[in-house]
Each structure stands twice: as C-alpha cells, then as structure tokens.
C-alpha cells in the first residue's frame, strides 16, 4: 500500500540552476495536486492536474515554473534558473477522483529545495 | 478577497488540558473545509472534511465543527503525540480546482 511518493527529499541547487521534482502518486487517482509551502505557512497552490490534463497552473509563481503529467500517473515540477525564493518545500497531492468531487488529498512528504 | 485565519498561531498545553483550534474564512462560496496534521518534516494528514454549517465530526481525541464563517478543531485530553501543526483548508465554490490553506496551529503538548 503505497502512498505517495517524493523524489529527491532535499536538493540543494546554486542559484541559476535548473532543478526537477518528482512525484509519483497514488496508482489509479486521477487528481494530482502540486503545493510550495514556504517555512512557517501553509501549503499555497501551485497547479492541478486531472489525469494528463492541466486544468489549472494559475498557482505558478512565474514562468520559470512548468508542471508536466504526460501520461496521467507520475508528475514533474521543473523550476528554470532557479532564484533564493524559490528555497521551500514542495509538496505534491493525489486524489481518487476529479476534484469537482468530494474526496481528500494524499499528500507525499515533500522536496526541501534550497537555492544557495 | 478569499482568505483563511487559523489562530491562534502557537498553542502549549498540559497532557490532560483540553482546548480548541480556530479556523475562520472569508470565502466566495464554501464547498467544503478540511483539516490536516503535520508532523515535521512530513506532508499533511487527512484528519476530517466538513460541508455544511452544523455538520461535526470526530475521531479519537478530536472534534471538528463548522459555523458559516469558521471551525473549531476540539482536542480532549491531549497526549503528547497529538503535538503537531494543524492546518485548515478551504475548497470553493466555482474555482474548484484550488484548495486555500491557512498558516496552521503548532501544538505542542507536554506530559
């Protein structure tokens, strides 16, 4: 039984680097969820997906963000030339159904990003 | 403007001495308010999800409760293992595809 899960739990990047994010979630949910939670605060939005599709990236916080589920399981967060603000952790979500249902996120324990 | 208060921000309780968590909002149009546990270094934990005012539901030590504008998450005789960060979020109405977080209450529960 297998939950979510996040790889790498922590990189360290220098600033202007690139860096990716995986996540593999919950086999068979359609719903996944990417979240940046800052130290102290809670998680903040960043983009949804339902299967492949990208319903909603309107969270990103620039156009250095790209979220990517090709093929409706396992999802990528690409963050280019990576700046000091982005050092948080991101969190990644999954849920059983579409989202316009009732139904709880499973979160993975998440990726401590840190841009030196 | 959409926003979730959770207060208060730090809470320290004796083993035994009970107490509650707020969370209020200021939405749109609610379609449902959950509430989550973090433990450090860990992702959030599904506790409970509420839809309606009125609506109370809970497990072991913890109670939830919505009003129209805010929760309460109870705890009864905590232990120390219930310390952690208890986070409320909000899913709306007509935007459902986001789900907004408060900042959480860190408790901490001393024996």
């Known amino acids: 039984g297998a939950g979510v899960s996040q790889s790498p739990r922590y990189k360290v990047a220098k600033r202007g680097q690139d860096v990716a994010l995986r996540c593999d979630p919950i086999?068979?949910?359609?719903?996944l969820f990417w979240y940046q939670q800052a130290l102290g605060q809670g998680p903040e939005f960043l983009t949804y997906f339902q299967n492949e599709a990208q319903l909603d990236k309107s969270g990103l916080p620039s156009d250095r963000f790209f979220a990517e589920r090709p093929e409706g399981s396992v999802s990528t967060l690409k963050i280019q030339r990576t700046q000091q603000e982005d050092s948080a952790v991101y969190l990644c979500?999954?849920?059983?159904?579409?989202?316009?249902?009732?139904?709880?996120?499973?979160f993975g324990p998440g990726t401590r990003l840190t841009v030196l | 403007e959409d926003q979730v208060t959770q207060s208060p921000e730090a809470l320290r309780l004796q083993e035994g001495e009970s107490s509650s968590l707020n969370c209020s909002y200021t939405?749109?149009?609610?379609?449902?308010l959950f509430w989550y546990r973090q433990d450090p270094g860990k992702g959030p934990e599904f506790l409970f999800t509420l839809y309606s005012a009125g609506e109370e539901k809970e497990k072991e030590r913890l109670k939830a409760t919505l009003t129209k504008k805010e929760s309460f998450l109870h705890i009864t005789a905590p232990k120390p293992e219930d310390s952690a960060t208890y986070l409320c979020?909000?899913?709306?109405?007509?935007?459902?595809?986001?789900?907004?977080f408060g900042s959480g209450t860190k408790l901490n529960v001393k024996p």
């Open positions: 979500a999954s849920s059983l159904t579409a989202v316009n249902s009732h139904n709880e996120q499973f």
């Open positions: 939405v749109s149009g609610l379609r449902g």
């Open positions: 979020a909000v899913h709306l109405r007509g935007n459902f595809n986001k789900f907004y």
């Open positions: 086999s068979g949910h359609v719903s």
